[in-house]
Antibody, heavy 121, light 110 residues
Framework: EVQLLESGGGLVQPGGSLRLSCAAS????????MSWARQAPGKGLEWVSA????????YYADAVQGRFTISRDNSKNTLYLQMNSLRAEDTAIYYC??????????????WGQGTLVTVSS | HSALTQPASVSGSPGQSITISCTGT?????????VSWYQQHPGKAPKLMIY???SRPSGVPDRFSGSKSGNTASLTISGLHTEDEADYYC??????????FGGGTKLTVL
């Protein structure tokens, strides 16, 4: 059974940093691209970033380019999102999601339950 | 890429059919067959309902179907059930090597 468990969310001040983790199990982690997406309170889904199966290719939404860094440790079956220079508009539930192939362009098929990030003073 | 355009809400009665549209551009929906649809119930994670425009994952009822014409994709739910009441989001790969979601559609089953 595929399981994705996000952690690392919390309250952070504007300009601060936070690192999210997503522990994966139930599949061969290194064989699949992974994404982070977010959902602000009461709003729609927004794709944030993706990484290829071997970690060599990374992709970002314009809204987070230069501030967020996606990475993965295939030996630990864990996905990360380093978030720097956080802004109030980054407040959201952050989900990790598994894609169906090494390349992220095709759909995601499993999502975690999310972790809440709140940026506020 | 701007968010794909979906109607804010649609409604139908049990047993009826509804269609949710998702309009993009030739740089996303129109340019690739990588359109997906997700169902999200309140407080829950999104669930994949349709991928590659018109394919259904195992376990998704065949009441759910997808299609595409030009820059607009559509999700049709036939024979509405009360449990279909949820938010629905479309998604597409883009020419900028990103993914983009629609703004979401709230389905009410009256």
């Amino acid at each position: 059974e595929v399981q994705l468990l996000e952690s690392g969310g919390g309250l952070v001040q504007p300009g601060g940093s936070l690192r999210l983790s997503c522990a994966a199990s139930g599949f061969t982690f290194s064989s699949y691209a992974m994404s982070w997406a977010r959902q602000a309170p009461g709003k729609g889904l927004e794709w944030v970033s993706a990484i290829g199966g071997n970690g060599g290719s990374t992709y970002y939404a314009d809204a987070v380019q230069g501030r967020f860094t996606i990475s993965r440790d295939n030996s630990k079956n864990t996905l990360y999102l380093q978030m720097n220079s956080l802004r109030a508009e980054d407040t959201a539930i952050y989900y990790c999601a598994k894609h169906v192939a090494l390349w992220f362009g095709q759909n995601t098929e499993y999502w975690g339950q999310g972790t809440l990030v709140t940026v506020s003073s | 890429h701007s968010a794909l355009t979906q109607p804010a809400s649609v409604s139908g009665s049990p047993g009826q059919s509804i269609t949710i549209s998702c309009t993009g551009t030739s740089s996303d929906v129109g340019g690739y067959n990588y359109v997906s649809w997700y169902q999200q119930h309140p407080g829950k994670a999104p669930k994949l309902m349709i991928y590659d425009v018109n394919s259904r994952p195992s376990g998704v009822p065949d009441r759910f179907s997808g299609s595409k014409s030009g820059n607009t994709a559509s999700l049709t739910i036939s024979g509405l059930h009360t449990e279909d009441e949820a938010d629905y989001y479309c998604s597409s790969y883009t020419s900028s090597s990103t993914l983009v979601f629609g703004g979401g559609t709230k389905l009410t089953v009256l």
